[in-house]
């Protein structure tokens, strides 16, 4: 008979890893924030006139989030890299008093490591937030921020990209000199979220024969819609189109009708008061639509998954992607699949 200790149970590995983002988080504001602080002092001190963040996959969804927090709260431009430019055009831009994020789980990936050197060279303030303080990423970037998860077994990352939002908001919070009181009770709040699976699990019943998706927010959620996407992509092989409410409604709506399933991302917060139009016209068109958000966002939808209240909107994403990762394990469990590993992926991803 099999050992049940040694016995490969669908799933488990990611499980554990999503129960473990409470004591990440933890981690980070007690173990992290003041080394996240004393770099940004330094940073600020240097005064960068703008920011570029740089980024793949689940980290480039962390690097959006980060470009929201830096124009608001920091009104400073902030834009995502076109990496191809330098590792495949061979452009060479002034970068002089330029801050160059770059955001990576692994800190491995060749583009990012020479666009990163490229950077640099080229005059910029260059900071690599990663789960991997050895890696190649750290090594040629002049600051570095340890994301602090520990080690992510899973191919589908989940404690990285929350440990990586919450190292990005309390970097912009130190930048301006603030001192990220928001993000104190959100350990709390996670396990509070986390704990309700069993929410979650009837709620993929509705996904279970999906063959199609669309998932939209507006604001600070919109980063958490794209996650939301890649995350049931990679685990459920299901096609799912994220949107910003605004882009949804310029053309894409016109593909969604009485059947078509649609979870939308509902901030608490500016954000969400910008996709309420989009809300009314869904509904208008018979969607059935799912929404994670403020309790009177779901109770006015078919159904969804009510988050903690009065939590400040620039953290909300840390809490949002929460019962979405626990959607894709359960959907994908569903469908006899196993979300450990998700065919055709590996943990990194080399790209030149």
Not at 27 to 36: F, M, N, S, T, V
Not at 338 to 352: C, F, G, M, N, S
């Amino acid at each position: 008979m099999s050992d049940p200790q040694t016995v490969s149970v669908p799933g488990r590995i990611m499980a554990a890893e999503m129960a473990e983002q409470p004591a990440v988080l933890q981690r980070i504001l007690d173990e992290g924030a003041p080394k996240i602080r004393q770099i940004a002092a330094e940073i600020a001190a240097r005064n960068p006139r703008f920011v570029l963040l740089t980024a793949r996959g689940t980290s480039d969804n962390a690097a959006l989030y980060a470009k929201y927090l830096i124009e608001i709260l920091l009104g400073k431009p902030a834009g995502l890299t076109s990496m191809s430019t330098t590792t495949a055009y061979g452009a060479k831009p002034d970068l002089t008093d330029v801050l160059v994020v770059t955001v990576s789980q692994s800190g491995g990936s060749p583009d990012l490591v020479a666009s990163t050197k490229a950077a640099r060279e080229a005059g910029a303030i260059t900071l690599a937030v990663t789960n991997n303080a050895s890696s190649p990423l750290a090594e040629v970037s002049e600051f570095h921020i340890d994301v602090l998860a520990g080690p992510e077994k899973a191919l589908p990352a989940t404690k990285t990209y929350t440990a990586e939002l919450l190292a990005l908001y309390l970097l912009v919070e130190g930048l301006r000199g603030g001192d990220g009181a928001a993000a104190k009770d959100l350990p709390g709040l996670a396990a509070g979220v986390l704990a309700r699976h069993a929410e979650v699990r009837a709620l993929a019943e509705r996904y279970r024969f999906a063959q199609r998706l669309v998932i939209t927010s507006r604001g600070y959620g919109y980063p958490t819609a794209r996650e939301a996407a890649l995350k049931l992509m990679e685990t459920t092989y299901i096609p799912a189109s994220p949107f910003s409410g605004a882009d949804l409604l310029h053309g894409p709506l016109a593909m969604v009708d009485n059947v078509s399933p649609v979870i939308a991302i509902v901030p608490d917060g500016k954000g969400g008061e910008a996709l309420q139009p989009v809300l009314d016209r869904l509904r208008g068109r018979g969607a059935d639509l799912v929404v994670v958000g403020q309790q009177a966002q779901v109770d006015a939808a078919s159904a969804g998954f009510a988050l903690p209240a009065g939590v400040p909107e620039e953290v909300q994403p840390i809490l949002e992607i929460l019962p979405l990762q626990l959607l894709a394990y359960e959907v994908t469990i569903a469908r006899g699949q196993d979300p450990d590993a998700p065919r055709a992926l590996a943990k990194v991803t080399e790209t030149h």
